[in-house]
């Protein structure tokens, strides 16, 4: 049975730096995701939230990771955080906007896929990646190739969406078991 309820959305920014860049990217991709009826959001700031993932991720159905690049991986706090969690990521598809240098934060979102896989999420396909980020988005916080991103940001909220509300369904209709 599917409903037309939106979907709970968790917007996980995984940097923790001191200047940190991550709450631009953010602020972007959630005035998106604001202006869309089939999401409910929630952040999860992991410089700022105490708890970690799990309450957040297991209310959610499904995840969007802010993440940066550092050293051709992602940040090292995001890893001690999936590694607090199991069972709240079962069966919930997780997207990516990532940002960095020139690979604009793809090496990073490559080694969380398998991650995640073993945490039995679903990454979907789309990403959205900024690469070398601080020179992306003006001093108002916008990107200057808004057109561009702006439609890869809809590409990914679309596709996410649709897995969430599979998934959700998928999960009341037969718990997940690992």
Same mark, same amino acid.
């Given at each position: 049975?599917?409903?037309?309820?939106?979907?709970?959305?968790?917007?996980?920014?995984?940097?923790?730096?001191?200047?940190?860049?991550?709450?631009?990217?953010?602020?972007?991709?959630?005035? /998106? !995701?604001?202006?869309?009826?089939?999401?409910? #959001?929630?952040?999860?700031?992991? +410089?700022?939230?105490? &708890?970690?993932? %799990?309450?957040?991720?297991?209310?959610?159905?499904?995840?969007?990771?802010?993440?940066?690049?550092?050293?051709?991986?992602?940040?090292?706090?995001?890893?001690?955080?999936?590694?607090?969690?199991?069972?709240?990521?079962?069966?919930?598809?997780?997207?990516?906007?990532?940002?960095?240098?020139?690979?604009?934060?793809? /090496? !990073?979102?490559?080694?969380?896929?398998?991650? #995640?896989?073993?945490?039995?999420? +679903?990454?979907?396909? &789309?990403?959205? %990646?900024?690469?070398?980020?601080?020179?992306?988005?003006?001093?108002?916080?916008?990107?200057?190739?808004?057109?561009?991103?702006?439609?890869?940001?809809?590409?990914?909220?679309?596709?996410?969406?649709?897995?969430?509300?599979?998934?959700?369904?998928?999960?009341?209709?037969?718990?997940?078991?690992?």
């Amino acid at each position: 049975m599917t409903t037309n309820t939106p979907y709970q959305l968790a917007v996980v920014i995984s940097s923790v730096r001191e200047g940190r860049f991550g709450p631009v990217v953010a602020n972007w991709f959630l005035d /998106r !995701a604001k202006q869309r009826e089939d999401v409910n #959001l929630s952040v999860i700031d992991l +410089a700022e939230t105490p &708890e970690g993932l %799990s309450p957040g991720v297991a209310a959610a159905d499904a995840v969007v990771m802010i993440v940066p690049e550092y050293n051709h991986s992602y940040p090292g706090p995001l890893k001690t955080a999936l590694d607090a969690t199991g069972p709240e990521w079962h069966g919930k598809p997780v997207a990516f906007v990532s940002y960095g240098g020139i690979s604009g934060g793809l /090496r !990073a979102v490559e080694h969380l896929r398998p991650v #995640l896989a073993e945490l039995h999420a +679903a990454t979907i396909r &789309e990403t959205v %990646s900024f690469p070398y980020a601080w020179n992306c988005f003006g001093p108002d916080g916008e990107p200057h190739a808004a057109e561009d991103v702006d439609l890869a940001a809809a590409t990914l909220l679309n596709q996410l969406g649709w897995w969430a509300n599979a998934l959700r369904d998928a999960r009341r209709v037969r718990p997940y078991a690992a």
